[in-house]
């Protein structure tokens, strides 16, 4: 499976974007695909997971309200639709895809390459 991530930007604080990943070479739908992100010096840490079905999706409590993880299945891509963001959201956000609802990223067996989102104060 290959995943690829597109959709980052320079925002301003209190704006939206929408990240999409598109997968490629085996269909997706019945994994688990989730974002983390990486912000410069640290870990790379959980933004969400959301499961085929897209029912008990998970959210890390600093996006939770703001982010709103979604699927489409026939497409074979997921999306993160990201308002009210803040500084403090600026990292590389990663798409991935597993088997388990989880928020591990050693759970996760593929990963795209990350697309830069970048918040202004």
């Known amino acids: 499976v290959q995943l690829q991530a597109s959709g980052g930007g320079l925002v301003q604080a209190g704006g939206s974007l929408r990240l999409s990943c598109a997968a490629s070479?085996?269909?997706?739908?019945?994994?688990?695909m989730s974002w983390f992100r990486q912000a410069p010096g640290k870990e790379r840490v959980f933004v969400a997971a959301?499961?085929?079905?897209?029912?008990?999706?998970l959210y890390a409590d600093y996006v939770k309200g703001r982010f709103t993880a979604s699927r489409d299945n026939a497409k074979n891509t997921v999306y993160l639709q990201m308002n009210s963001l803040k500084p403090e959201d600026t990292a590389v956000y990663y798409c991935?895809?597993?088997?388990?609802?989880?928020?591990?990223?050693?759970?996760?067996?593929?990963w795209g390459q990350g697309t830069q989102v970048t918040v202004s104060s």
């Open positions: 991935a895809g597993g088997t388990y609802n989880s928020i591990r990223a050693n759970d996760y067996a593929y």
């Open positions: 070479g085996r269909t997706v739908s019945s994994y688990v």
């Open positions: 959301i499961p085929w079905t897209a029912s008990n999706t």
